[in-house]
């Protein structure tokens, strides 16, 4: 079985986040060590080197463990000067990386009631320079607190930043969700449209042969049983794209259906003529699907609404759109009605548009009703 989009993104995902703590782990350890050999410490293996693997060290659990990692970080530091150790790099900077990190969570306030406690003793240490350098004592108190400032307010932007990604993606996940419901409400439309005007033909077909033509009425029921079986069919499909989700593919019609509307338009008793020009084989999915659709939904529209007799169906194929159009001798306008067939008009609409392509409907020059499409193919601008 194939693994889902998600899983696929996951891992990467975690291998890089393992590769940005293995990074932040030994970035700690170098600048830390490098800062103390930088201001005269002689001995680094007695006290700066320990530390500094131990601060990197608990970074590498630092995103399940936040809080628990912030205390280890300063109970180390804490250890380290009470054993008689001095750090150049102050009591926050060590474990900045921890504070950070421990902002990021609901927990911030405790990060940031941890880091003032800090700071507190931070300047209760330091005051044996307040005497004789009370400038220099200023500055490491104040860079203290400005670095703690800093780096809880950096986490909690960092926070909100993925707050503000999940909901995007969330909402783009519901934006394609309700898409692709509302492709299939289209497809449902079309299906039993098409299928309930077929049916309704046929039933009258057979009601009016019973007595005089068994022969004739017992083929109309075969037929829009025919009919009724493949609504079926595309009708559990599209139910099983609403159970399982956007992951799932409503039926395609392609353009093979063509002569099956066609001969179900002539088995209800229209004089159907189909005049294609171009290779229709060289048609993308997409645009074959919506011409499909446009052509299903206007027979529909035509044996329910226009009491027509012929239909003329003209589609011509070409390398930057595809051409149709549907016209029958009916009553033009005041046979399409208000109610279903506006709603298969606007569905049509909504297809082609939705392509790049144009879409007219309304009644024809020398009487009844026509139906025009261009379509763009795939990879062109028309």
């Known amino acids: 079985m194939a ?9 990467p995902a975690r291998h890089l986040a393992t590769i940005t703590d293995l990074a932040l782990a030994v970035l700690t350890l170098v600048f ?26 608990v970074l590498l659990v630092r995103r399940r463990w ?4 912030l205390l280890l970080s300063i109970g180390g530091v804490f250890v380290y000067h009470l054993t008689g150790h001095w750090s150049p ?5 060590p474990a900045a990386v921890a504070y950070f990190t421990a902002a990021t969570t ?8 941890v880091g003032v406690a800090q700071l507190v003793y931070s300047a209760i240490d330091f005051h044996v320079i307040l005497d004789d350098h009370l400038r220099r004592y200023l500055v490491h108190v104040a860079g203290e607190g400005l670095l703690l400032a800093i780096l809880i307010a950096a986490g909690r932007g960092y926070a909100a930043a993925l707050r ?13 969700v309700a898409e692709e419901r509302l492709r299939v409400s289209h497809e449902v439309h079309d299906v039993v449209a098409h299928t309930l005007a077929v049916i309704g033909v046929q039933l009258n077909v057979a009601a009016d042969a019973l007595e005089d033509d068994p022969a004739a009425a017992a083929a109309a029921l075969r037929l829009a049983k025919d009919v009724r079986n493949r609504a079926m069919a595309d009708l559990r499909s599209l139910i099983g794209v609403l159970r399982d989700g956007p992951e799932g593919t409503a039926p395609q019609a392609d353009l093979a259906s063509l002569d099956t509307l066609v001969a179900d338009a002539r088995a209800a008793g229209l004089h159907v003529t189909l005049d294609e020009h171009g290779d229709r084989a060289a048609v993308t999915a997409t645009p074959a699907i919506a011409l499909t659709r446009v052509v299903q939904e206007s027979l529909a529209n035509t044996l329910k609404h226009a009491g027509a007799s012929e239909v003329a169906v003209t589609i011509g194929y070409g390398p930057r759109s595809i051409t149709v159009e549907i016209t029958d001798d009916g009553r033009g306008a005041s046979g399409a009605g208000e109610g279903t067939a506006g709603h298969g008009l606007a569905g049509m609409r909504e297809r082609v548009s939705a392509l790049g392509g144009a879409f007219t409907a309304g009644p024809a020059p020398g009487g009844g009703f026509a139906v025009r499409a261009e379509i763009p193919v795939a990879g062109s601008s028309a």
């Open 3 to 11: 693994a889902s989009p998600l899983r696929r993104e996951a891992v």
């Open 32 to 57: 830390f060590v490098v800062v103390a050999l930088a201001t005269g410490v002689r001995s680094p293996w007695s006290g700066p080197i320990p530390l500094g693997l131990f601060l990197g060290a």
């Open 66 to 69: 936040p809080m628990t990692v």
């Open 89 to 93: 790099a102050g009591w926050i900077w």
């Open 106 to 113: 609901p927990r911030v306030r405790w990060a940031a009631a």
């Open 164 to 176: 503000r990604r999940e909901q995007l993606r969330e909402a783009d996940s519901r934006a394609r």
